[in-house]
Structures are given as structure tokens and as C-alpha cells.
């Protein structure tokens, strides 16, 4: 069995505890992918100290430069697209048509962090004073803490240390236990385009001993965070405490609203897509579905006669529409949410359990699951499951929709499908969530817009775009005075100074 390493310090090498832990694929459970190291504080000190070193170099070289690696970078993945695709599918287990998606997410975010290499924009502005300049600009800030959830192997990480990168920051990457083979293939290719070896650190291990001892880490000044909001907490309050910038991207509970004229056809897609794509495992899967009483029953109809024809199975096979879930661990906890919602009255109408097929027994599979008559307020519809499961609940207006929309404690993504453009643009103003998708589903960001959540889905940082890098750099201003005489700021001004 292939067995893989941490890269720290320039090389590729076993952590100090010397043991492993398996990965292993979901749709196929003896299906070993390799061992992967168990690290520890120790091997995390190493790596930020070597980070420390890479750091000192990579901040002087030109943000042009650094961004030329990227565009490279970019290029390699888009070589190896469908290799890095078959990989991911078989260690995270979506369909190798998302898995592709994810690779180009990371492509188009490389393309555009090798072109803001070349912009990284401060401001001049006029002085109050004569003979003065005013100008801001971007400092790097040091080693950057990246710890990052399963969903997504290749794209959040890419979201945030190709920004981080072409700031001048050096990276320690501490991936998702799930997904650490996607995070190797990463590495690799940042160093095959010639980032030089001591800017990245990859320390692989649980969240509690390498995740906590980067954010505990004196020498990482910066933590970009995306996983649950719970482990959010943690690190929140560890950052809190050390005064460290910190991004957190977090949990979701988002909604698919359909009105009474929606084109129902393609809310249908809408809902399938955004329900159980990824095996509902994304941070912006639709898990409500708030409709409204004019078509409830017609749409719900539609929607669990195509619920029960999406294909289950292996990622990488032809026609498989629904993939497995990470882990048995999340398997169990979508179980236990249908036993919550069974108990407080909602109606199960597809779905509901592992499926009977022998084929699919060694794997993490859950079927497409839909529940009707969800009370607002109760723990279905409140909190995030993680898994092929949707909550519908009915309404009488979009006022009672956005109402139920708004009232859960995440707010990362919604959807509106109708044809009325008046309540089209007021959900754009009045859902409150980060991302509001109209007549589309409410997964899908595009790489080069700000990505995030409010509320407890985040912490007012957004990735993506031109906005993260505000985040990965430190503003300075530079004053010049040319004047040859003292001048004083609010006291001189072009009046003269006073008596
Ligand atoms: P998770 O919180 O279990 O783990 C995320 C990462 O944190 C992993 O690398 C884990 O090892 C690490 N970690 C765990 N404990 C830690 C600790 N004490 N200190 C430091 N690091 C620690 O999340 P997950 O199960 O991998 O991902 C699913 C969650 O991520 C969902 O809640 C989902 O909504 C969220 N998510 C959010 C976004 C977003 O952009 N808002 C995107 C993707 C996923």
C-alpha cells in the first residue's frame, strides 16, 4: 500500500509520532488509497518555522512574479484535470462530473490570482498639504494558517492560498482528514511550477492536533478557517484570544424558494441539483425547500417521482448521479435526523435509509431523501444535516417565505424561482444571506465574485474575487513630505498656518 508523507522544510518526509492513517474510498470501502502521516505539534512547529524561512524571501520577490507561478500552477491542473478528477472522485466519492468542476474552480482561480499579481491596487490620493503625497498599499503578512473542510479537495484550498501566495504570505496546509491524497496531488504542482519549497507546508492529522496547533501557533499570524460552525467556535475563540486575523467560512441551512408562477420545470432541476448534488455535502446545499401553496403539491409531486429515479453509485461509473457520503460517521448522522424528523410529525416521502442494493453495501450510501409538512422552527428545518436530505415547508406568500427563509442562525446561500420581477429584486434585497441566486439553485459561485456567508456561516470575510485579497495583506500608507518645512496634518493647511 502507497504510503505518502508531510512536506515540510523543502521535503517530503514521516511525521515524528512515525504513524499513519488509512484513506480509504466511500463507494467502496476496501478500496485502500494509501496511508497518510499522523502528525503532531512537533511536526507543526517544524513546518511553520520552516514557512518562517520561505516567508523571508517570497515577501521581496515582485507580486508579478509570484503570479507567474500561479499561471503556471493553473496550467499543470488543467493538464492533469481528469486525472486530479478520477483522484478526488475516488477518495471524497461525488461524481467525476463534479469532481471536475472542482478542478476548474481551482484552474480559473489560479488564472486570476496570476493576473491580480499584477494589479494588488493601493490608492494615491491627495495630501491636505503642499508638496506632500498620500499613497496606500499591500504588505504580505506572514505565514498563513490554511485549514480546510472534505467538500471541496481542490477548490477551497486553492480559494485560499493562491491569494494568500501571490500576497507574498508562505502557506502551512493542514487539509480534511478525508481528503488528503487531492491535497498531495496540490502540493505537488505548486512545487512542479516552481513555488519555491519552504513558501508551502503540507502537515496532515486530525483537526484536534494539527489543526489546533497551527491556530495555536505563535508564529502563524493569519488563519483562513472553512469547515463546520461549530469548529469554527474553537478556532474563533484560540484567534480571539491571540489577537490573529482570522477567516471563517462555516456551516449553512439554505433555501430554494419557488413561488406560484415559478416555471416549475426548471425549479425541478433546480431543487435535484442543488438538493443532492455532492450528496447534499455542500456548504450550499439546498436542504429547504420553501413552497409556496399554490403549486406545493403539484411541485412536491414531480419532485419524489425524479427523487426516486436518481442512480446511486460509484462516482467514477458512467450514469451515476448520486454519489456516497464521506463517512459512515455522517451516514449515521443523517439517520439520526430522520428518526428527529419522524418524531415531530413530518412526512417521510422518499428516501429515508441506506439503500437495499448489495452492490452499494460497502460504501457510504444514503438515498435521496424529502420530507414534507417541516414545521419552521423545528430541527429539521434548523439545523445543518450535511447529507441527501431536504426539508419542504409550505407558505402563502413571498413575505412568509422570506420569513422562514431568514430565520435560521446560518446565512450562506438562498434561491427564488419566479417570474415576477418585483419579488425577484426584493428577495434580492430582503433574504439575508451572502449569496441570493434568482431562477438558478443555490449552489454554483463563480470563482472570480466574493464568496461567503453571514450570520453564523461566517465572520465578514469573503473568499473569492477581489475582496480576498484584502484579507491576505495588510493595508499600509506611506506619507511623503517634500516640502522642507515642517507641515502639520488638521493643524497647517492652505489657508497657512496659524499665529
Ligand atoms: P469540520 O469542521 O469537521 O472540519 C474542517 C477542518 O477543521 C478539518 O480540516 C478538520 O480536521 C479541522 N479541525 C477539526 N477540529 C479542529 C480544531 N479543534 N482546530 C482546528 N482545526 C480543526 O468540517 P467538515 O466536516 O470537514 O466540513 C463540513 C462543514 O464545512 C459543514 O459545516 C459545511 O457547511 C462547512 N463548509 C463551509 C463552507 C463555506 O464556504 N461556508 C464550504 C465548505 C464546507
Given at each position: 500500500m502507497k504510503q505518502f508523507n508531510n512536506f515540510i522544510g523543502g521535503a517530503w518526509i514521516a511525521p515524528d509520532s512515525g504513524e499513519y492513517f488509512e484513506n480509504r474510498n466511500p463507494a467502496n470501502r476496501d478500496d485502500v488509497i494509501g496511508r497518510f502521516p499522523l502528525s503532531g505539534p512537533t511536526d507543526v512547529d517544524r513546518a511553520v518555522k520552516s514557512a518562517t524561512r520561505g516567508f523571508a524571501d517570497w515577501r521581496s520577490t515582485p507580486a508579478p512574479a509570484r503570479g507567474d507561478v500561479l499561471r503556471i500552477v493553473g496550467d499543470i491542473m488543467a493538464t492533469r484535470k481528469e486525472e486530479i478528477a478520477d483522484a478526488m472522485t475516488r477518495e471524497m466519492g461525488k461524481p467525476l462530473t463534479e469532481t471536475r468542476g472542482d478542478v476548474q474552480e481551482g484552474i480559473d482561480t489560479a488564472y486570476y490570482a496570476a493576473s491580480e499579481g499584477r494589479r494588488l491596487f493601493g490608492h494615491t490620493v491627495p495630501s491636505e498639504l503642499r508638496n506632500k503625497w498620500a499613497m496606500s498599499y499591500?504588505?504580505?503578512?506572514?505565514?498563513?494558517?490554511?485549514?480546510?473542510?472534505?467538500?471541496?479537495?481542490?477548490?477551497?484550498?486553492?480559494?485560499?492560498?493562491?491569494?494568500?501566495?501571490?500576497?507574498?504570505?508562505?502557506?502551512?496546509?493542514?487539509?480534511?482528514?478525508?481528503?488528503?491524497?487531492?491535497?498531495?496531488?496540490?502540493?505537488?504542482?505548486?512545487?512542479?511550477?516552481?513555488?519555491?519549497?519552504?513558501?508551502?507546508?503540507?502537515?496532515?492529522?486530525?483537526?484536534?492536533?494539527?489543526?489546533?496547533?497551527?491556530?495555536?501557533?505563535?508564529?502563524?499570524?493569519?488563519?483562513?478557517?472553512?469547515?463546520?460552525?461549530?469548529?469554527?467556535?474553537?478556532?474563533?475563540?484560540?484567534?480571539?484570544?491571540?489577537?490573529?486575523?482570522?477567516?471563517?467560512?462555516?456551516?449553512?441551512?439554505?433555501?430554494?424558494?419557488?413561488?406560484?408562477?415559478?416555471?416549475?420545470?426548471?425549479?425541478?432541476?433546480?431543487?435535484?441539483?442543488?438538493?443532492?448534488?455532492?450528496?447534499?455535502?455542500?456548504?450550499?446545499?439546498?436542504?429547504?425547500l420553501i413552497l409556496h401553496t399554490g403549486i406545493h403539491d403539484r411541485f412536491l409531486s414531480m419532485l419524489v417521482d425524479r427523487a426516486r429515479t436518481l442512480k446511486l453509485g460509484d462516482g467514477r461509473k458512467e450514469g451515476t448521479d448520486v454519489g456516497p457520503m464521506i463517512s459512515e460517521a455522517a451516514v449515521d448522522k443523517v439517520e439520526r435526523y430522520i428518526d428527529i424528523g419522524q418524531a415531530d410529525g413530518a412526512d417521510l416521502l422518499c428516501g429515508g435509509r441506506r439503500p437495499d442494493d448489495g452492490k452499494l453495501?460497502?460504501?457510504?450510501?444514503?438515498?435521496?431523501?424529502?420530507?414534507?409538512?417541516?414545521?419552521?422552527?423545528?430541527?429539521?428545518?434548523?439545523?445543518?444535516?450535511?447529507?441527501?436530505?431536504?426539508?419542504?415547508?409550505?407558505?402563502?406568500?413571498?413575505?412568509?417565505?422570506?420569513?422562514?427563509?431568514?430565520?435560521?442562525?446560518?446565512?450562506?446561500?438562498?434561491?427564488?424561482?419566479?417570474?415576477?420581477?418585483?419579488?425577484?429584486?426584493?428577495?434580492?434585497?430582503?433574504?439575508?444571506?451572502?449569496?441570493?441566486?434568482?431562477?438558478?439553485?443555490?449552489?454554483?459561485?463563480?470563482?472570480?465574485?466574493?464568496?461567503?456567508?453571514?450570520?453564523?456561516?461566517?465572520?465578514?470575510?469573503?473568499?473569492?474575487?477581489?475582496?480576498?485579497?484584502?484579507?491576505?495583506?495588510?493595508?499600509?500608507?506611506?506619507?511623503?513630505?517634500?516640502?522642507?518645512?515642517?507641515?502639520?496634518?488638521?493643524?497647517?493647511?492652505?489657508?497657512?498656518?496659524?499665529?
Open positions: 499591500r504588505r504580505p503578512i506572514g505565514v498563513a494558517g490554511i485549514i480546510c473542510p472534505f467538500n471541496f479537495p481542490m477548490a477551497i484550498p486553492t480559494w485560499k492560498m493562491f491569494p494568500a501566495l501571490v500576497c507574498g504570505n508562505a502557506c502551512v496546509f493542514k487539509p480534511a482528514e478525508d481528503v488528503p491524497h487531492t491535497a498531495t496531488i496540490l502540493v505537488e504542482i505548486l512545487l512542479e511550477a516552481g513555488l519555491p519549497p519552504e513558501v508551502i507546508q503540507l502537515v496532515h492529522g486530525t483537526g484536534e492536533e494539527v489543526g489546533a496547533a497551527i491556530v495555536e501557533h505563535p508564529g502563524v499570524p493569519l488563519i483562513s478557517f472553512t469547515g463546520s460552525t461549530e469548529t469554527g467556535s474553537i478556532v474563533g475563540a484560540v484567534c480571539g484570544r491571540m489577537h490573529k486575523r482570522l477567516s471563517l467560512e462555516m456551516g449553512g441551512k439554505n433555501a430554494q424558494i419557488v413561488m406560484a408562477d415559478a416555471d416549475l420545470d426548471l425549479a425541478l432541476e433546480g431543487a435535484l441539483w442543488g438538493a443532492f448534488g455532492t450528496t447534499g455535502q455542500r456548504c450550499t446545499a439546498t436542504s429547504r453495501g460497502n460504501g457510504n450510501f444514503f438515498e435521496p431523501t424529502i420530507f414534507a409538512r417541516v414545521e419552521a422552527g423545528s430541527r429539521l428545518e434548523q439545523e445543518e444535516i450535511f447529507g441527501p436530505v431536504l426539508s419542504v415547508v409550505r407558505v402563502a406568500s413571498a413575505d412568509e417565505a422570506f420569513t422562514v427563509n431568514n430565520d435560521v442562525r446560518y446565512g450562506l446561500s438562498s434561491s427564488i424561482y419566479t417570474r415576477d420581477v418585483n419579488v425577484a429584486f426584493r428577495a434580492l434585497n430582503d433574504l439575508d444571506n451572502g449569496i441570493t441566486y434568482v431562477n438558478a439553485p443555490t449552489i454554483g459561485a463563480e470563482a472570480h465574485l466574493p464568496f461567503g456567508g453571514v450570520k453564523q456561516t461566517g465572520n465578514g470575510h469573503r473568499e473569492g474575487g477581489w475582496q480576498v485579497y484584502e484579507f491576505y495583506s495588510e493595508t499600509k500608507v506611506g506619507y511623503a513630505d517634500f516640502s522642507g518645512t515642517l507641515q502639520r496634518a488638521q493643524i497647517d493647511n492652505y489657508l497657512g498656518a496659524p499665529d
